[in-house]
């Protein structure tokens, strides 16, 4: 009888009968059987069920049929659970190593025939490569055994057990097991065998595992090979056709090392591979192997002997149907989005994805973090006690998950650095796991985060820091300690690389300050760059009560607790559409940099491996955005880490337009990846005449008025504005109020002292306390000429005594142009930052409804002050549909930053001209077309609840708020905060005929 191995009791082991040691995953012409497919299934609510399914004559045909590879609760229309989102929370009582015996179990069975010709087959493996959370395995009613790890694979002889012809396999999972309390990831809990289930057919004389280490010394590559196999499988033979090599060993002790006297050298910017084979008389594995050196040699961390740079992304595996199940189109396409926006790097947060991706990442060029499936983030609920990152007991359980981690993908050129997990605390466990990677594999280095001293890691990494803390840890530290260290640990922690393992929260409309922190990786060398918290959304696809689809977050399944929409935090939407925030982390982090000095061009390439024989460098000219020339720059080749300089075009500027010249970088030929012609950075130099700003027309003769009056297109009744041209309009409405970002509603960290925000209160509750969502307006006064008219406006909210007084002139220019000037003064006693100054237009439908913009400004996307180095000046148009970035949660987006004129549009028709007039101090205003009012979109949870619309808003503001990353990181750089303050906008109106 097998020992007794269930969630009811507190076993940890984390499997019983699996095979040991772990082994890679490798491509073998050894014979399989998949049993991907459609298995017979039913669930229970408790892990008591009886266990007679397993029986080799049970009768399951009144069971249902659901797919494998596949998660119980994404299938069946809700019959079998529903998905459950937490952060950091247990969806169970922390009771370690217990669990509820309210505990989700799906019994798995299916046939499968045993190939006639593997009659000799020394062995018969089953393997599973990822099941949530615990599973117990049966082949023709013997129990085989049974395994935890939900990431990792487990393998399974059941040569004893199998027969020829039909077999019957029966696997019963169970949602929750002591595993749980160590797989807390930030995700989705979503059980079932959601992995490849595969047979295999082991050899006599076969290669039970291979290990290809390879190194990289001046052009010249070496192959040391780690071989398992019985002593009568060899000879082994090694071959890697496009080098010439192939090597012979003739028994254990002959397996060398091979030195290579030329090779190219693998990077993420260059991936080159070769194919490579090992092969016995019984078996062959194929490899693509790459050839590079990982060290740290100082305080710099080496791949080929030159400092990397990550410009990373923290990358869980999710599709909002499949969940976790791989689907290596979509991955590929992925990892091709990533490549396009210049991601250079993968934290596989905060487990070892499907093994293919990894073979992707070889192929299209990564540099990988490999983190072990390890979090315990939960028990900060209880200050850590009992947290199994320190208790004896789970040693054995977290020593078997690093080893299949490192085990199952060693032979990758892309994974250079091994993480021991996440947010698990710290404890003898992790010591333990770290001192095992150091002896199986000395070269790659060790990370883990929480490892704030430095005991047993060889990176110093954070998450989170703010930027004035990232530029402390890079300098000497003779300004301030590093977090949780003494003087002692901290000077320890300086000697090492550093890395953001997470940075920049991506959730929802942000974040801010790309820019600083790349700013702060080229001043301090010992930065290398960091990873944003995340690549994608994890939302589900659901349907509302009215049948509109939509992504669904935490809470939209009925779970008992949750943690809401913080799942919704990637730069890529979950239907796989990239944000503004993408594109602007593509402007910040582009691998070749442009500086203007006259009529020069400085061109640095900032790449670790790659010349710039691959780009192409264009250049166009544009007045107020038309285009009037182009060419392409005759460009040298610049090597890695070198600048060049340039002559730039002869440009014709133009007297009374902008002139404003752009250089592309751009492919000059396809990859796997991007197209000819695909851009990988920009930027532009202003070359235009300083003219000046029409003056503000002096008036007299005002007099007190009913303001109600026509001045040209506009048209007043009692001082308010009704009509301009043929279309009703009203405003302009004071507006400080945005719909609060994911960022606004955070309350994360410590503030800047210099800042207006308050530390442990959100912004967004700042506002809804000073009542900025629901201004209300006393005229004062009402004054008026022949050709003007002036309003007086006190603006506050009930049970405030703040107030902004706003002055509003209106005057005609022509009979078809009017002018409008706004004074927005606040009162004193303001003591927060504000979302925005602006003034809001409602455009009723009428007979059609505005619906697009055409503008000459920055765009082609919404850029706010902290993240603007993505957006150009130039000439864009787009539907009021597209200016939004349909987040899951409605907030504040769509505000385009530094117009110059724009033109409301119905259909291709335009129905108002707006130009806009830089203040005194030469600032723009921005504008944000819209069908909803900030409050309509505030009061929305999901974008299917906001009402119908039958106007269209206009707003044009003299300033934003910046982003910032305060949703899960540090708040809004004090310089681009919005503090109250008296501001100006003037605008000129037309409605053409």
């Known amino acids: 009888m097998l020992p007794e191995f269930s969630p009811h009791v507190s076993d940890l082991a984390p499997g019983r009968g699996a095979l040991r040691p772990a082994r890679s995953w490798l491509h073998s012409d050894a014979k399989s059987l998949s049993l991907n497919g459609s298995w017979r299934f039913r669930l229970s609510p408790t892990a008591s069920a009886s266990e007679d399914f397993a029986a080799e004559g ?27 989102y937490t952060n950091i929370q247990f969806p169970f009582p922390i009771d370690p190593p217990y669990v509820p015996d309210e505990n989700p179990t799906g019994d798995y069975r299916r046939t499968f025939d045993v190939p006639a010709d593997w009659s000799d087959a020394e062995r018969v493996v089953l393997r599973f490569d ?45 949602q929750w097991s002591a595993a749980s309390y160590v797989e807390d990831q930030d995700q989705w809990w979503l059980p079932g065998i959601f992995r490849d289930v595969t047979l295999v057919a082991r050899p006599a004389g076969g290669i039970e595992d291979v290990w290809l280490r390879t190194g990289f010394d001046d052009g010249r590559g070496r192959v040391e090979a780690e071989i398992a196999a019985d002593a009568t499988a060899f000879p082994v033979t090694l071959r890697i056709p496009e080098l010439g090599v192939e090597q ?133 609920k209880v200050g850590w006690t009992g947290n ?46 770290s001192a095992w990677v150091h002896a199986r594999d000395a070269e790659r280095p060790v990370h883990y985060e929480g490892d704030y001293t430095g005991e047993y890691t060889d ?24 977090l949780n260290c003494t003087p002692a640990q901290g000077a320890r922690q300086r000697t090492r690389p550093f890395l953001l393992c997470e940075y920049a929260h991506a959730m929802g409309n942000g974040p801010g300050a790309f820019d600083q922190y790349e700013a702060l990786v080229h001043e301090h060398p010992r930065l290398h760059g960091g990873f944003v918290w995340e690549w994608r959304d994890h939302g589900i696809l659901a349907t509302a009560p009215d049948g509109t689809p939509y992504y669904a977050y935490g809470g939209d399944f009925g779970e008992v607790i949750h943690d809401g929409n913080f799942v919704m935090d990637g730069m890529v939407l979950s239907d796989g559409s990239p ?17 203007f000095d006259g009529d020069k061009l400085a061109i640095t390439n900032l790449r670790h491996t790659a010349d710039t024989s691959d780009l192409r460098f264009r250049w166009r000219v544009e007045h107020d955005g038309v285009p009037v020339d182009s060419g392409e720059l005759e460009v040298p080749q610049v090597g890695a880490g070198d600048s060049g300089w340039v002559s730039l075009p002869s440009v014709a500027v133009s007297p009374d337009a902008e002139t404003w010249l752009t250089i592309d970088a751009e492919l000059a030929r396809d990859t796997a990846w991007a197209s000819e012609g695909h851009v990988v950075a920009t930027a532009q130099l202003n070359r235009s005449v300083r003219r000046p700003v029409p003056g503000v027309r002096p008036r007299t003769g005002w007099r007190p008025g009913d303001g109600t009056l026509t001045l040209g297109i506009a048209e007043f009744v009692g001082g308010s504005l009704v009509r301009l041209g043929e279309r009703a309009v009203a405003g302009p409405r004071l507006e400080l109020f945005r719909a609060p970002t994911d960022n606004d509603k955070g309350a994360w960290g ?244």
């Open 58 to 84: 049970f009768e399951d045909h009144g069971w249902d049929s659901i797919p494998v590879p596949a998660h119980w609760v994404l299938e069946g229309d809700g019959a079998y659970g529903h998905p459950i």
């Open 130 to 174: 990822g099941v949530e959370s615990l599973f117990r395995v049966w082949v023709n009613g013997v129990e085989i055994g049974g395994a935890s790890g939900s990431r990792l694979a487990h393998e399974f002889d059941v040569t004893a057990a199998v027969r020829p012809g039909e077999n019957v396999v029966a696997v019963r999972v169970h």
């Open 248 to 380: 012979v060993w003739a028994t254990p002790t002959d397996v060398t090392p091979v030195d290579i006297a030329a090779v190219e050298p693998w990077s993420a910017e260059r991936p080159r591979l070769y194919d490579a084979t090992v092969s016995t008389a019984a078996e062959t594995v194929t490899l693509r192997v790459g050839f590079r050196t990982v060290e740290i040699r100082g305080d710099q961390f080496l791949v080929n002997g030159r400092r990397v740079v990550f410009h990373g992304v923290n990358r869980h595996e999710t599709h909002p149907e499949r969940g976790r199940v791989f689907d290596e189109a979509h991955a590929r396409e992925d990892l091709a989005l990533m490549k396009r926006f210049n991601v250079n790097a993968i934290r596989t947060s905060h487990y070892p994805p499907h093994p293919r991706l990894l073979d992707l990442a070889d192929e299209l060029g990564f540099w990988v973090i490999l983190e072990c499936d390890l979090e315990t983030h939960g028990f900060d």
């Open 388 to 433: 199994p990152s320190d208790d004896p007991a789970w040693r054995e359980a977290y020593l078997d998950r690093i080893e299949r981690t490192v085990e199952r993908d060693k032979n990758h050129p892309s994974i250079v650095i091994w993480s021991l997990g996440n947010e698990a605390g710290t404890g003898s466990n992790l010591a333990a796991m």
């Open 459 to 482: 990176v110093y990494s954070r998450m989170y820091a703010s930027v004035l803390e990232t530029e402390q840890i890079g300098t000497d530290g003779s300004r301030a300690p590093l």
């Open 579 to 595: 944000t503004p925030s993408l594109y602007e982390f593509k402007a910040v982090v582009a691998p070749v940099d442009f500086a």
């Open 750 to 993: 410590e503030v800047e002292e210099s800042d207006a925000s308050v530390s442990g209160v959100s912004n967004a509750e700042l506002w809804l306390r000073d009542g900025l969502d629901r201004l209300t307006s006393r005229r004062v006064s009402v004054e008026q000429t022949e050709d003007a008219l002036r309003t007086v406006d006190k603006v506050s909210a009930a049970d405030s005594g703040l107030s902004v007084l706003v002055e509003s002139v209106w005057s005609r220019e022509s009979d078809g142009e009017v002018e409008l000037r706004v004074e927005i003064q606040p009162s004193h006693g303001w003591k927060t930052v504000w979302p925005r100054i602006g003034v809001r237009f409602e455009l009723p439908d009428g007979t059609a409804p505005v619906d697009g913009a055409e503008w000459f400004g920055l765009g082609p996307l919404e850029s706010y002050p902290d993240s603007l180095r993505a957006a150009r000046t130039g000439r864009f148009a787009a539907g009021i549909r597209d200016l939004s970035v349909e987040y899951a949660r409605p907030q504040e987006t769509g505000h385009r930053t530094a117009v110059r004129r724009l033109a409301l549009t119905t259909g291709d028709t335009e129905v108002l001209r707006v130009e806009a007039l830089p203040d005194t101090q030469g600032r723009r205003p921005g504008f944000t077309l819209s069908r909803h009012t900030p409050q309509e979109i505030a009061r929305s949870g999901h974008p299917f609840e906001l009402p119908d619309s039958t106007s269209s808003c206009l707003t044009v503001d003299a300033a934003q708020h910046g982003l910032g990353s305060r949703a899960c990181g540090p708040d809004v750089w004090p310089a681009f905060a919005l503090r109250p303050a008296a501001r100006t906008i003037r605008l000129r109106i037309t409605a053409p005929n």
